[in-house]
């Protein structure tokens, strides 16, 4: 992982949030390879699940949201976390996972505060941080962000940030109805920034207090809820292979009944094998939901949410499938996955290590780098035209470099997942051809100029 933290920095895929004010815990920015990225993976997520599928429409919804929305959902009273806070230092750890990580109980997460509290009384627990035996009792700990809409806070309304976009596709479910031509089933997805305040351990990007989710809301019958689930949960696998991580690196584990959400009657998690001392930790998820949140806004609001199915005349309130992608789990997974050390031998004859970037090439960054022999101007004015042809007409991100040796710009565009390198050189003036480069196996061929273009759009087909 710190290689992958380094090597995100350097190059420009993710910086430490504030960072010239020494940073803000658990934020980060997407820098300009990262946002390229970020994108392609949610593109590739909004092509493969909205716009391939006839059963499936999207949704944009607003972060701020009604503050009954959240009362309704249960997330006011059931979204806690347990936590302690040392006297002396004033640092601030989660209650269940000092109980798991000091005494080894493993369902630590299902206690009462109450309880959690005797325990670190009786084992007299010290602070994490400071080796005091000065912890508080648990408490529980609301971890929605809170704001007030109005230009007093004392007489504003107070609202939150909301801490998962599902609730704005139950809230818009009945409007989707009415101006859409869906029936069920049919799934609602959106792609959208939640918030959660919550004290993580600070494993890079793993979990953050900012964060974006790729979530899908699939409305079905009640008697058709397995079949739903099982379907779902192979659609969430195609997605995982699509994207090129390793299997081996991912399981499917199922939630044990007494730890499932108050909403959920099945969960199952697609977890991957991170590295060191995380290990196996939740990718994606996907939970049965039944009718809990559409009977739960319906009580609320006072508004019919049931459906009407014309084809065998019945009323019903539809259950929900809900697969789940988190965007950050998704980057770090990806740049994991694709990060490889090969050992070399450099021009001199000395051991090199070449540290390459395996990323698909549908997510890369750039799709392509147009790189010119050396820095003369019939070199330079050709490989610019190549350059511009390509990003224009192709409408893909496209790299040009001309600094440095052909060798070190190589390496370069290896190290940040750079499909293809075309170098102009000075034959290039007498046959219009170029040299291609592959960078996962480095070999060389000879193309046309003409061709570079179909080369790049076939091998992002595949």
């Known amino acids: 992982m710190e290689k992958i933290v380094a090597l995100s920095k350097r190059r420009g895929f993710v910086f430490p949030g504030s960072d010239i004010y020494g940073g803000l815990a658990n934020t980060w920015d997407f820098g300009p390879l990262g946002v390229e990225l970020k994108n ?5 997520w909004w092509k493969t699940f909205i716009h391939q599928r006839r059963d499936m429409v999207g949704l944009d919804a607003g972060i701020l949201m009604h503050p009954r929305v959240w009362e309704a959902s249960g997330h006011v009273v059931n979204f806690n976390d347990p936590l302690v806070d040392c006297k002396t230092c004033k640092a601030r750890f989660r209650a269940d996972h000092l109980l798991e990580q000091r005494l080894g109980i ?5 206690m009462s505060a109450d309880e959690m509290s005797r325990l670190i009384r009786e084992a007299n627990l010290r602070c994490p941080n400071c080796g005091n035996p000065t912890l508080t009792d648990a408490r529980q700990f609301n971890m929605m962000f809170s704001t007030t809409i109005g230009p007093v806070s004392e007489t504003g309304t107070s609202v939150y940030l909301r801490p998962e ?12 109805l009415a101006s859409s031509r869906v029936k069920v089933p049919f799934g609602v997805g959106q792609i959208g920034k939640a918030f959660r305040n919550e004290i993580t351990p600070g494993n890079f990007i793993f979990r953050v207090l900012e964060f974006e989710q790729m979530e899908i809301e699939y409305f079905i ?3 058709e809820w397995e079949q739903h689930f099982e379907a779902w949960l192979a659609a ?14 991912v399981r499917v584990r199922e939630h044990a009944p007494e730890k499932l959400s108050h909403y959920s009657k099945r969960t199952a998690d697609y977890e991957y094998l991170f590295p060191g001392s995380l290990g196996w930790g939740e990718l994606y998820g996907l939970a049965y939901r039944t009718d809990f949140d559409l009977r739960s806004h319906q009580d609320a609001s006072g508004v019919d949410l049931t ?5 065998n005349n019945r009323r019903f309130l539809p259950h929900v499938i809900e697969p789940t992608f988190g965007v950050e789990r998704t980057f770090i997974t990806v740049m994991l996955d694709a990060y490889d050390e090969e050992e070399t031998v450099d021009v001199n004859g000395k051991p090199d290590t070449r540290v390459v970037l395996r990323l698909d090439p549908k997510l890369a960054p750039y799709k392509a780098a147009i790189l010119p022999l050396a820095k003369k101007p019939e070199l330079t004015s050709l490989a610019g035209d190549i350059f511009a042809q390509i990003q224009g007409d192709l409408g893909v991100l496209v790299d040009y470099d001309e600094t440095g040796n052909i060798g070190k710009r190589y390496r370069r565009q290896d190290e940040i997942g750079t499909p293809f390198c075309f170098t102009v050189d000075f034959d290039s003036l007498e046959d219009g051809a170029v040299t291609v480069r592959d960078r996962d196996t480095t070999k060389q061929d000879r193309i046309a100029i003409d061709e570079v273009g179909p080369y790049i759009q076939e091998r992002l087909r595949r």
């Open 307 to 311: 459906w009407f199915d014309q084809a």
């Open 165 to 176: 976009t599902a609730q704005g596709i139950f809230v818009q479910y009945k409007n989707i």
């Open 40 to 44: 392609n993976i949610k593109q590739l």
């Open 236 to 249: 969430q696998r195609a997605w995982i292979e699509a994207i090129g991580l390793n299997p081996d690196h």
């Open 221 to 223: 019958h009640p008697d």
């Open 106 to 110: 493993a369902d630590a997460d299902g």
